[in-house]
């Protein structure tokens, strides 16, 4: 992850942020309810990854291996 940076971990983390079901990504002066939603919702359940195609095993070995 500190190879990629935080802009680029972003873009892969929240790829599908816009699109995912009235999600935003909460501010600084959000609660902290919101902020924890956010974060269950991003990396625990995954919920802004783009679907990987299912004929690139190699990648999505990788995604799980970075997740865990």
């Known amino acids: 992850m500190r ?16 699109s995912s079901r009235g999600f935003r990504k909460p501010e600084p002066n959000s ?10 919702a991003k990396y625990k359940l995954k919920e802004f990854l783009l679907p990987l195609p299912h004929s690139l095993d190699v990648a999505s070995s990788l ?3 970075l997740i865990k």
């Open 3 to 18: 190879a990629l940076g935080n802009e680029t971990a972003n873009n892969i983390w929240e790829a599908s942020l816009i």
């Open 31 to 40: 609660s902290q309810e919101e902020k924890e939603r956010f974060i269950i």
């Open 63 to 65: 995604v799980d291996a």
